[in-house]
């Protein structure tokens, strides 16, 4: 092995080594007759302080073994663009609502979130195979020594590295490889889809424009600005606080100290169509009840039922459900990026990224003594109630 082997690999120098500038290929005019652009290549090449030393192509062109590997690429893209529209379909039609009071039967929605990371997964797979098979197939093998240097290029050279990227679209052999060129399509215009979806999607549906039930209340509140507790939903009556099967609550129902997930009892309310409405109540102590009753803000002033409080369970950081109670020390934790609420001082945060408390929603019971989202006015009423305040994490117009 020659010293100046022992300093290169098949990709250039090594790590930390100085070749000297690349020799072996002599410098031609450009601008001569017969010129090839492949000559140009070369020169570009060989100005840059680069050798190619091989360059050859790996299969024989037009031959047997070429048309199958180029059969086998147009299969990937073919088959990555399937995997692609069949995400796109999933995406769209799906059934993705949670079932709310039939939680224990059968569901396709279930299979909602894998059928998406499988499709795309297998799409991008798809893809990156044929990708690699037509660089390893396909593409001419090539080895060169590459100098580095600095500075900035000349016109010539700027003509010589247009005349380069030309070269290497052509060796990829796109433009007379015409089977190629339609799988390519096929297979990259789903994966485009799926990139520009969430950018079309919002531009398709006004997330601002009120929910059916709300515009036919002939409310015009968009659902940003309401939750699944607001009284239109309910005909105007205070919603009922239900679990996960629909059952409504009666404070015996929640223990000391215990904690129950509560949703709005409506049509859907059990469901992710109200994802924004799940609500953590809590039976509080007694001791503990009088302290977070001797400091609730202004706004909460009347939102508590004896010893229950109830705040949001969607956190004010990135909307993740922050329900680990920790009874010793009266904090809800939100598992994501760990914001600690302290539940006795209206779920304001003390740890972590959250900086809004979490909203708390009005209790009262309605006259068959189950909870609901409400307060009772000063002439005794009960009068329904959705959260005071936005839930969740802040957005722009709020
Ligand atoms: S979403 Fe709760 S801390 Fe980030």
């Known amino acids: 092995m020659s010293a100046q082997e022992s300093l290169e690999t098949e990709h250039g120098p090594r790590p930390g080594t100085t070749l000297e500038p690349a020799a072996g290929t002599a410098e031609i005019d450009i601008n001569a007759p017969g010129v090839t652009r492949f000559d140009l290549v070369r020169e570009g090449a060989r100005r840059d302080g680069i050798e190619i030393v091989v360059y050859e192509p790996r299969v024989e062109p037009g031959s047997r073994l070429e048309r199958r590997t180029e059969r086998s690429v147009a299969l990937l893209f073919a088959l990555a663009g399937l995997a692609g529209a069949a995400f796109i379909v999933a995406y769209i039609w799906w059934p993705w609502e949670y079932p709310g009071t039939e939680l224990n039967a059968f569901h396709l929605q279930r299979f909602y979130t894998p059928v998406l990371g499988v499709t795309l997964g297998l799409a991008l797979f798809l893809l990156g195979a044929a990708i690699i098979t037509w660089v390893k197939k396909l593409l001419p093998h090539e080895v060169a020594i590459e100098q580095r240097h600095d500075g900035p290029s000349a016109e010539e050279d700027q003509r010589i590295t247009a005349a380069t990227l030309t070269n290497v679209v052509d060796e990829s052999g796109i433009m007379r490889r015409p089977l190629l060129k339609g799988a390519i399509a096929l297979g990259a215009l789903p994966l485009a889809v799926i990139a520009a979806a969430p950018i079309i999607g919002g531009l398709i549906r006004d997330p601002h424009r009120p929910l059916p039930e709300m515009e036919a209340a002939g ?39 215990g904690q129950v997930t509560v949703f709005p009892g ?92 979490l909203a708390m929603l009005p209790l009262a019971l309605d006259d068959e003594g189950y909870f609901v989202a409400g307060t009772v006015n000063d002439a005794g009423e009960l009068v329904g109630s959705d959260f005071k305040v936005p839930v969740g994490p802040s957005y722009w117009e709020r």
């Not at 940003?224 to 009556?237: E, I, M, S």
């Not at 919603?239 to 129902?253: M, S, W, Y």
């Not at 994802?275 to 977070?292: G, K, N, T, V």
């Open 266 to 357: 409506i049509p859907r309310g059990t469901t992710n169509y109200y994802a924004d409405s799940p609500a953590l109540l809590i039976h509080l102590r007694q001791e503990h009840a009088d302290e977070l009753r001797g400091q609730l803000y202004e706004l909460n002033e009347g939102s508590m039922y004896g010893n229950y409080v109830a705040y949001s369970k969607i956190c004010t950081h990135a909307g993740c459900p922050p329900s680990l109670y920790e009874q010793q020390t009266n904090m809800l934790l939100c598992p994501c990026h760990q914001s600690q609420f302290e539940i006795l001082n209206n779920a304001r945060p003390v740890f972590g990224p959250a900086t809004r408390s």
């Open 219 to 257: 409310l015009d509140l968009s659902p940003q600005d309401h939750t699944g507790w607001h009284p239109a939903l309910n005909d105007g009556n205070p919603v009922r606080l239900v679990h996960e099967n629909g059952t409504p609550i009666r404070p015996a129902d929640v223990a000391v100290a």
